[in-house]
């Protein structure tokens, strides 16, 4: 049974940082793409980054490219989300997926996390 486990949420002024973590078991983690979705209030989730398997690909949504830095670490099982220069539109719970889908522009995610909330305050 696939877990990820998102960790690292809270709240912090704008033009701060967070780093989120995301402890994945359950299957072989080195062989699966991992994605951060978000999803604020009344508003639908939407991607945020994903990383290929080997970590040598990845993906951003516009509105966080050059702030946001998705990284893994297969050794460890986990998953970063690094979260630079804060606003607070990026307030929303964090969810991290995994996927067998190995392109990394699919949006096609198999299992998710409960997500962490990230507050960004004004």
């Known amino acids: 049974q696939v877990q990820l486990v998102e960790s690292g949420g809270g709240l912090v002024q704008a033009g701060g940082s967070l780093r989120l973590s995301c402890a994945a078991s359950?299957?072989?983690?080195?062989?699966?793409?991992m994605g951060w979705f978000r999803q604020a209030p009344g508003k639908e989730r939407e991607f945020v980054a994903a990383?290929?398997?080997?970590?040598?690909?990845?993906a951003y949504a516009d509105s966080v490219k050059g702030r946001f830095t998705i990284s893994r670490d297969n050794a460890k099982n986990t998953v970063y989300l690094q979260m630079n220069s804060l606003k607070p539109e990026d307030t929303a719970v964090y969810y991290c997926?995994?996927?067998?889908?190995?392109?990394?522009?699919?949006?096609?995610?198999?299992?998710w996390g409960q997500g962490t909330q990230v507050t960004v305050s004004s």
């Open positions: 997926a995994e996927s067998a889908n190995r392109l990394v522009a699919s949006l096609e995610y198999d299992y």
């Open positions: 359950g299957r072989t983690f080195s062989s699966y793409k």
């Open positions: 990383i290929s398997w080997g970590g040598g690909s990845t």
